[in-house]
Structures are given as structure tokens and as C-alpha cells.
């Protein structure tokens, strides 16, 4: 069983830095792709960014341009920092973890999602 310990979110002014990190535990054999996701009351949630055990980094074209997640390589911690906008505002912020033994085997997880007010 793998757990999911994530920190930061709160009141993030327009135009701020939202800063996220998250943690994983427990029992597992390799943690693989991670990723961030958001999920705005009443919508669905959305892809933010990713980043596999080797460090390559992917955001949505959302966030492109205003974001950096970073990540020890086949390390088990994760940060991301986005540069927020006056049109993005509450939403639960996600994180993601693949518990990967076999290049074809993976068991996901979810962390139980921060969450961030974008508000002056």
C-alpha cells in the first residue's frame, strides 16, 4: 500500500506562486510516473502536469509557459510551482503516484488533495 502525503496549497493571490509538494510511503517496488491534478467544484478533474522516475516533465497546454514540476531522479517526492492566473480559482489539487514492478503492471494512487484559492 502506498500513501500519498501532500503539503502546501491555502490563499494564493492572482498572479502568485502556488506551491505543492507531495510524498510517497509505505510499501511499494517502484514508484514510477507522478503527476498533479486539479478539480474545481462541480467539474471534472484535469491533468496538470506529470513527470516520470527519469525527471521528463510534461504540463497541460493550460499551465504551459508557468510551471516547473520537479522531482529527485527515481526519487518518491515531487514539487510543483505554477504561476497562478485572476481566472483560475478554488480547486483541489491532486496528487497522483503509479506504483510500477514490471514495465506492464502499475497500481495507482491518489493523495487526498490540498486545497488552493486563487483570491485577492
Known amino acids: 500500500q502506498v500513501q500519498l502525503l501532500e503539503s502546501g496549497g491555502g490563499l494564493v493571490q492572482p498572479g502568485g506562486s502556488l506551491n505543492l509538494s507531495c510524498v510517497a510511503s509505505?510499501?511499494?517496488?517502484?514508484?514510477?510516473?507522478m503527476r498533479w491534478y486539479r478539480q474545481p467544484p462541480g467539474k471534472e478533474r484535469e491533468l496538470v502536469a506529470s513527470?516520470?522516475?527519469?525527471?521528463?516533465?510534461d504540463g497541460a497546454d493550460s499551465v504551459k509557459g508557468r510551471f516547473t514540476i520537479s522531482r529527485v531522479k527515481y526519487g518518491d517526492t515531487i514539487y510543483h510551482q505554477m504561476n497562478t492566473r485572476k481566472s483560475e480559482n478554488t480547486a483541489d489539487y491532486y496528487c497522483?503516484?503509479?506504483?510500477?514492478?514490471?514495465?506492464?503492471?502499475?497500481?495507482?494512487?491518489w493523495g487526498q488533495g490540498p486545497q488552493v484559492t486563487v483570491s485577492s
Open positions: 509505505g510499501n511499494y517496488f517502484r514508484i514510477g510516473m
Open positions: 497522483n503516484a503509479l506504483d510500477s514492478p514490471t514495465p506492464t503492471r502499475s497500481t495507482q494512487y
Open positions: 513527470i516520470t522516475d527519469g525527471g521528463l516533465a
